[in-house]
């Protein structure tokens, strides 16, 4: 039978921490019939100031499934799971907030997602069960969900649930976990990353026992930063290459809108245009520059996890081969385009309040040829390196495996 370690982190939680205990000591029964033999509840204290440690272990004394683990000092949300984590015995390992928000009916459900092949199930309070958080947590929590699913290129309703089981033998993979509360989403982001199935399973949501600890706009934060850079580590270039994408087409907007400008017989430049015609420059070359970053980035996680490449924004290459692939000769084209431009505006011999614009065209074409040049250079030795890495390992495999 499989069994499960269910964790409690708790702090300060002396009304609602023994209705929670006698809940999930509760789904014994129908965890049993799901085929799911409960291993061991673990309730870690996280140096509570109150009665939480003492009412746990009053009930521990009547049933020998519970444990109480007390922590010295207070290590945060995450710190006190993460020790729950480290003392699990069962094969599943799930866990709930000490608050009473979470049902803990539910976990049979999560459960037999877990037994059908889920490495990490997420109780989701966004799916469409009943749910009675506040507005501004809904809209924060549908925002970085939308955002994970963004750059995790997988549907997610609920980043940040607290309820949760997966398997034991994933913690090496989802690791490090940070020691706040953003412990969850960044789970949620790695396990997206390392390629592992994920599934959810609606849940209702209450409202907590006393007073939230979370604090919407620290909290927020936190979890978008931690969103963002654990997304990082394994995909540079979904980052910023969405932001290098924005800057080249903010660029190629201002363009247009000149060009329809032209064609409407508009020739004077005021302020206004003059200035919208630099910060197209500015973007074009920023954009570029922010897309082969994050390009060149990705070569790095390669190298540094000995794995294949992340190809492109959208899941799969669209080009192939690759687009960075393409910058050797993209870079030398604008290039010499850049060059040309220039140099015929010069033989011109015309006004210079009729020649800065097209020098500004030719500056921006010669730039962005020269970043585009230098970073297919260095894409092509990252990449050489990386096949290295790779065969390297492939070859020690075969020969000593």
Request: proline fraction near 4%.
């Amino acid at each position: 039978m499989t069994t499960l370690s269910i964790v409690i982190p708790a702090y300060n939680e002396e009304n609602g921490i023994a209705d929670i205990i006698l809940r999930v000591l509760g789904v014994e029964g129908e965890l049993a019939t799901a085929g799911i033999g409960l291993q061991e509840l673990l309730v870690i204290d996280d140096a509570s100031r109150d009665q939480t440690a003492q009412i746990a272990e009053d009930i521990a004394q009547q049933n020998p499934r519970l444990r109480v683990i007390r922590h010295a000092k207070n290590q945060g949300y995450g710190g006190a799971l993460k020790t729950g984590f480290s003392q699990a015995q069962g094969d599943l390992v799930g866990f709930l907030d000490a608050d009473g928000t979470y049902p803990p009916e539910y976990f049979p459900h999560l459960c037999q997602k877990a037994i059908e092949g889920a490495d990490l199930v997420i109780g989701s309070r966004m799916a469409g069960a009943e749910s009675q958080m506040p507005v501004t947590r809904r809209v924060g929590n549908f925002f970085f969900a939308s955002l994970l699913s963004i750059l995790g290129r997988q549907r997610v309703t609920d980043s940040a649930s607290g309820m949760r089981i997966f398997s034991r033998g994933i913690l090496e993979q989802i690791s490090p976990l940070p020691n706040g509360l953003n412990l969850t989403p960044v789970m949620s982001t790695r396990a997206l990353h390392e390629s592992l199935k994920v599934a959810e399973v609606p849940i209702p949501y209450c409202e907590r026992v006393g007073r939230s600890k979370l604090s919407v706009i620290h909290d927020g934060t936190v979890f978008l930063q931690s969103i963002v850079w654990t997304v990082m580590m394994y995909n540079p270039v979904r980052i910023f290459g969405l932001l290098g994408l924005g800057g080249i087409a903010l660029s190629g907007l201002v363009a247009m809108s000149l060009l329809f400008a032209r064609l409407q017989g508009i020739t004077t430049l005021n302020p206004w245009v003059t200035a919208a015609l630099f910060l197209a420059l500015v973007s074009a070359t920023v954009g570029v520059s922010l897309f082969s970053m994050g390009a060149t980035f990705n070569y790095l996680v390669a190298i540094f996890y000995k794995r294949p490449i992340r190809q492109g924004l959208f899941g799969k290459p669209i080009f192939k081969p690759p687009l960075d692939y393409q910058f050797g000769w993209m870079g030398i084209v604008l290039l010499v385009l850049g060059l040309i431009m220039g140099a015929f505006v010069l033989l011109q011999g015309w006004e210079v309040a009729r020649l800065w614009l097209y020098l500004l065209g030719s500056a921006t074409l010669v730039l962005i040829g020269i970043q585009l040049s230098i970073s297919w250079l260095l894409m092509r030795v990252l990449d050489e390196l990386s096949k290295r890495e790779m065969q390297v390992k492939k070859g020690l495999g075969n020969n000593y495996g």
